[in-house]
């Protein structure tokens, strides 16, 4: 597995185009672009994240928008505003493309009683958001995230029923737990479509740890993984917080290399 890196490990210090040049300087290839402003949905700007990665030899595997702005609105039950919120949508797909990614990785509707949901309304804003992001050759990857609809598994199990065949998945460590679920309950669920993983850690006191600090298992983790199959990179996604020095993040690499074989 290779092991990346994710830029959302350095807000609000770095520059989001800056991040490409510091990724490879501490030696990764491959990792998740997270856009933090609206301005950077633009056009302008992928050809701005392109060159970089030009540049350094860098490998955007997925891309992560500022998705608390719009993504939830984009179930609103006012359709000016889904219609609006669908334009930043567009433009990320679009932005996807242009920078050579593989995936989107989405959150989606915020958190409520599944029962209480239009189902039919939902089938068709991902059906739609599916086949937009299709037409950009990206992937959508529904993120499981713990203030969202996607940490309830009937709800994932729901779209993977009556959705796009088209819809794939982003499977986060911290925020599984934050869930009170644990990884395998979701790999059950993503299995072969599951095309992206945040890797991070925990322990009693601590909610996300740089990878090594706290006590996930990460051995039965790679083993769950083996038994779906999964072939995608593994990014570290954590924040800037967990650690005091870049070369941290380093040694938590070769950390998980030594396990994610």
Same mark, same amino acid.
């Given at each position: ?34 856009l ?39 179930f609103d ?35 409520t ?6 189902k ?5 804003i ?10 950009? =050759? &990206? ?14 598994? +009937?709800?994932? #199990? $729901? @779209? ?6 088209h ?66 990179? =593994? &990014? ?14 380093? +040694?938590?690499? #070769? $950390? @998980? ?5």
């Amino acid at each position: 597995m290779r092991i990346g890196l994710s830029s959302a490990s350095f807000y609000p210090n770095i520059k989001t185009e800056e991040s490409i040049s510091l990724m490879n300087k501490l030696g990764f290839d491959i990792g998740e672009i997270f856009l933090n402003s609206p301005s950077e949905y633009s056009e302008d700007f992928a050809y701005i994240l392109k060159e970089e990665t030009n540049k350094y030899d860098f490998h955007i595997n997925s891309v992560h928008s500022f998705s608390s702005s719009f993504e939830p609105y984009l179930f609103d039950n006012y359709k000016r505003r889904r219609d609006d919120m669908f334009s930043y949508f567009k433009k990320v797909c679009k932005l996807a493309r242009i920078v050579g990614a593989n995936c989107y990785t989405f959150h989606g509707m915020r958190l409520t009683s599944f029962k209480d949901i239009d189902k039919n309304l939902v089938v068709d804003i991902y059906n739609k958001l599916c086949y937009t992001a299709l037409e950009e =050759g &990206i992937k959508l990857a529904q993120e499981n995230v713990s203030w969202c609809m996607s940490s309830n598994l +009937n709800f994932l #199990e $729901f @779209l993977l029923e009556k959705c796009s065949s088209h819809i794939y998945f982003t499977f986060d460590i911290k925020q599984g737990y934050r869930a009170n679920k644990k990884p395998k309950e979701y790999l059950n669920i993503m299995r072969e479509r599951m095309i992206n993983f945040h890797i991070n850690d925990k322990d009693e006191n601590n909610q996300c740890l740089i990878p090594g600090r706290g006590k996930v298992d990460y051995k039965q983790i790679y083993k769950n993984l083996c038994e779906i199959q999964y072939k995608g990179p =593994g &990014i570290i996604e954590i924040y800037s917080e967990n650690y005091n020095n870049v070369i941290e993040i380093v +040694n938590s690499k #070769e $950390f @998980l290399k030594k396990i994610f074989v």
